[in-house]
């Protein structure tokens, strides 16, 4: 036997063994010497990878500290995975994270493991959170210590983050607008609305930094910069609280509304007009088709399709209705165009619950109602339904990995997205996270993840809310 194959048939059983499984060959890379050197080619791990995520961050491979090899980062990702899907003991570390005096209004990562792009080797994650008692407090959730906390103020309303500055925004009962530096908890910039606030949304268009806020007087203000600038007013629903506030991937489109009238439409409006109004002429903006909103979503792999929960004019039965919004000029004008593209009935069960809409893909859409759970297609097809909770669910969240339900019976579920070669992508129940003890909590009300960890907001019967965080560790 040659101890020295010629390169032809090594490359015959490289190309072989692109047809095998992770496991199958690691398995085959323990035959022989000459079987082990070609599956341990880069390529075959590089292929792997990909064609299990559709996107690897590559910046975590090599450093001029570390260099680690695509098989290296399949594995530790594997394995990663395989604890946040198994969720068994010893697979995470849980942090209970007190100080508020108040209640948690609302949780965002600032610093986190994206979905989209993990690093394995660097899993820290900052948690801000906003309360009644009028402060923000920042969390390094592994470690499960208190990294700053603002000054009191007037009872916060609201927070969002923006990750790529590093800033958190909060809003507060008098309609008061501040940003904080995420690092150091310094106080930025602060704006004066001169009425409390029904919603925060922060986005940024080629490059520049716009803050739309939803008011409880009906309009949609438009703010700028660091030193947040007034771009614009515009009425959107008079006198009543703007509480539905969406913008569409292209940023073209800002979609704002009301979910406390049933009779008032939704409206979406071209960014332009509020992040660069024009004296001379009005806003582009237009009503859509449906009433009674009670919930929205883009869907983030297309340019501009929104789909809405909303009910029924006839027999004010729930319908879920998909857009799509776009622009058409002309040299005298320009009109917006707003083509349905799928309308049908939600069997839901739950007409008087509060209803949460998420996009997973571009043809999924996750809905919780009650303590269902609901998964469909933008065909209306009924993909999955779970009902696993005892209690109402209070918050969702939903990346490319999981998602995971924060429910008023103090428990949280974690469920895995998997894909069927005949049926598309599917949505597996796998495991509960539970809160505490019912003797000091009443349940869960918010939950946010990134990809290595779960955290979530624990109403406390003393009026002091905790947090709760759940980190995974490859």
């Not at 946040?84 to 610093?111: D, E, F, I, N, W």
């Not at 009962?173 to 925060?200: H, M, V, Y």
Request: charged content about 20%.
């Amino acid at each position: 036997m040659d101890l020295h194959p010629p390169p032809l048939i090594r490359d015959c059983l490289i190309h072989i063994f692109t047809f095998l499984t992770e496991d199958d060959l690691i398995t085959a890379s323990s035959v022989c010497q000459d079987w082990n050197e070609a599956a341990e080619t880069p390529w075959l791990w590089t292929k792997m990878c990909l064609r299990r995520w559709s996107f690897c961050n590559l910046a975590v491979l090599g450093s001029e500290h570390v260099n680690h090899s695509w098989k290296r980062y399949f594995l530790q990702r594997c394995h990663l995975e395989m604890k946040m899907t198994t969720g068994r003991s010893g697979g995470y570390t849980c942090k209970s994270l007190r100080g508020h005096a108040g209640r948690v209004v609302g949780l965002v990562y600032l610093q986190g493991n994206s979905a989209q792009s993990p690093d394995l080797w660097n899993s820290r994650a900052t948690v801000c959170s906003a309360s009644t008692d009028g402060t923000v407090r920042a969390w390094d959730i592994q470690n499960g210590e208190l990294l700053w906390c603002s000054p009191v103020q007037s009872p916060l309303t609201a927070i969002i983050g923006d990750e790529r500055r590093e800033v958190v925004i909060t809003a507060d009962s008098t309609g008061l607008i501040k940003t904080w530096q995420g690092e150091s908890g310094q106080e930025g910039a602060s704006f004066a609305t001169g009425s409390p606030l029904g919603s925060l949304l922060q986005y940024n268009i080629n490059n520049n930094w716009f803050l739309t806020v939803g008011t409880s007087q009906g309009s949609v203000c438009t703010l700028a910069d660091s030193a947040l600038t007034k771009k614009s007013s515009v009425m959107v629903c008079d006198s009543f609280k703007v509480n539905t506030l969406l913008v569409s991937r292209d940023k073209k489109w800002i979609t704002a509304g009301t979910k406390d009238k049933d009779d008032l439409s939704p409206k979406v409006i071209y960014t332009e007009s509020l992040t660069s109004p024009s004296e001379d002429e009005d806003p582009l903006c237009q009503s859509l088709p449906v009433t009674g909103c009670q919930a929205a979503v883009f869907i983030p792999t297309q340019p501009a399709r929104l789909a809405l929960i909303h009910h029924n004019g006839l027999h004010n039965n729930q319908v879920l209705t998909v857009f799509d919004v776009s622009i058409k000029k002309t040299k005298y004008k320009s009109e917006i165009q707003v083509q349905q593209v799928e309308s049908f009935p939600l069997t839901l069960n739950s007409r008087h619950s509060k209803v949460l809409l998420e996009a997973a893909d571009s043809n999924c859409l996750v809905l919780a109602a009650g303590q269902g759970l609901y998964v469909y297609s933008l065909k209306g097809a009924l993909i999955a339904n779970f009902k696993e909770h005892t209690m109402s669910i209070s918050s969702i969240s939903v990346d490319s990995f999981r998602v995971v339900t924060a429910s008023q019976d103090l428990s949280l579920r974690v469920l895995t997205w998997g894909k069927d070669r005949d049926h598309g992508l599917t949505l597996e129940s796998q495991y509960h996270l539970l809160g505490g003890s019912h003797t000091m909590s009443r349940g869960f009300t918010h939950v946010a993840c990134d990809y290595s960890s779960i955290t979530a907001s624990a109403e406390g019967k003393d009026g002091k809310d905790v947090l709760k965080a759940y980190s995974f560790t490859s």
